[in-house]
């Protein structure tokens, strides 16, 4: 996806992938940054622990309390913080700044994908690990009417909720299953990246034909266990691609500093999901 948008616009970059231990993630961020990397995104376990790391914070990342996407950026002469995009030489003083584009990706894709507007709906969330939190808190900030929470340890819901409670003291939050309807059932936990896995719920509690909308955040398979039910249910649904597609084109355009190319990022990304 990004390799695609770059050639497309005739950069002389390249996008590469790192596995790198958790433990090892502050010495492969100072190794990026003294190797003039113009920026980095980070994966699961990684957002959380950047934010401890980074020289300066964005304001999203600040909100979300997570960190996917970095810049590297370099003090002009006028002593200026500018992205090392815009330097002819690299400059002797270099900082990391830290940025969110999850957030966002979630609704945009909501909306683009599904036409759904979240002001006063009804949401089911399963999930409140890295990517279940940041959910809740931007589904909270759009002003849903209820989040039900669900979540394996239920030490992790209570604190998402009461984070909520904190933010968006509106937003009605219920640890647990509803009882009727819900207009979404959103899926933010990994389970159903493996054939062998369960199901995201738990059927006797709940059925997805109380559910007019489902959404998997998982985009491979591009039709998991659950959404796969959830059509037979008679429910809209929705896998990750539009999530992983928004928050990747604005990494890309903080690292830029102008528009990415959706459709040439959209058509490269599905293309590797059908294969």
Request: hydrophobic share 45%; glycine share 8%; with cysteine.
């Amino acid at each position: 996806m990004q390799n695609a948008a770059i050639a497309s616009l005739g950069l002389n970059w390249r996008y590469l992938a790192f596995e790198v231990h958790p433990d090892d993630l502050r010495p492969a961020l100072e190794g990026a940054r003294r190797m003039h990397f113009l920026g980095i995104n980070l994966t699961v376990p990684h957002k959380l622990l950047a934010v401890e790391i980074m020289d300066v914070l964005d304001d999203s990342a600040k909100v979300w309390g997570a960190v996917n996407t970095v810049r590297f950026e370099g003090k002009d002469q006028r002593g200026e913080w500018r992205p090392l995009r815009e330097f002819s030489e690299a400059p002797s003083e270099l900082r990391s700044h830290g940025f969110n584009t999850d957030a966002d990706a979630i609704t945009r894709a909501l909306r683009d994908d599904l036409g759904l507007e979240l002001a006063g709906k009804s949401i089911l969330l399963l999930g409140a690990g890295g990517a279940g939190r940041t959910a809740a808190l931007k589904l909270a900030s759009e002003q849903v009417a209820q989040l039900f929470l669900v979540n394996r340890t239920q030490t992790k819901a209570v604190l998402v909720a009461s984070e909520i409670a904190a933010r968006h003291p509106k937003v009605k939050v219920v640890l647990g299953y509803p009882n009727g309807k819900v207009d979404l059932l959103l899926n933010a936990t990994s389970l159903g990246l493996n054939s062998a896995d369960s199901l995201p719920f738990d059927g006797t509690q709940f059925s997805l034909s109380r559910s007019e909308v489902v959404y998997d955040m998982i985009y491979r398979p591009a039709e998991t266990p659950l959404l796969k039910m959830a059509k037979a249910a008679g429910c809209r649904t929705a896998n990750g691609v539009g999530m992983l597609l928004y928050q990747g084109a604005r990494a890309l355009e903080i690292w830029m500093g102008e528009p990415a190319p959706i459709q040439v990022m959209r058509r490269a990304l599905e293309q590797m999901v059908r294969a």
